[in-house]
């Protein structure tokens, strides 16, 4: 049986939450940051969906 890699975090290391909560370096609310760990692969792909979703926002 093969092994599935797991989804990697979007952390870039730059750590601070804004005001709405969602953190300036990786786009993920803190909810989502502390629940990263515990995530399945489809739920943590779920949140980068959110996360991509973010970034296009700030980019507008």
């Given amino acids: 049986m093969e092994r599935k890699e797991r989804v990697r975090s979007p952390c870039v ?3 601070a939450l804004d005001e709405r ?3 300036i370096g ?3 609310t803190g909810d989502e940051i502390l629940r990263w760990t515990s ?3 489809c ?3 779920a ?3 959110k996360v991509a979703e973010r970034e ?3 980019s507008l």
């Fill in 47 to 49: 949140v980068l969906l």
């Fill in 43 to 45: 739920e943590r792909k």
């Fill in 26 to 28: 990786c786009q993920r």
């Fill in 21 to 23: 909560d969602i953190c």
């Fill in 13 to 15: 290391s730059i750590c």
């Fill in 56 to 58: 296009r926002k700030i």
């Fill in 39 to 41: 995530m399945t692969n």
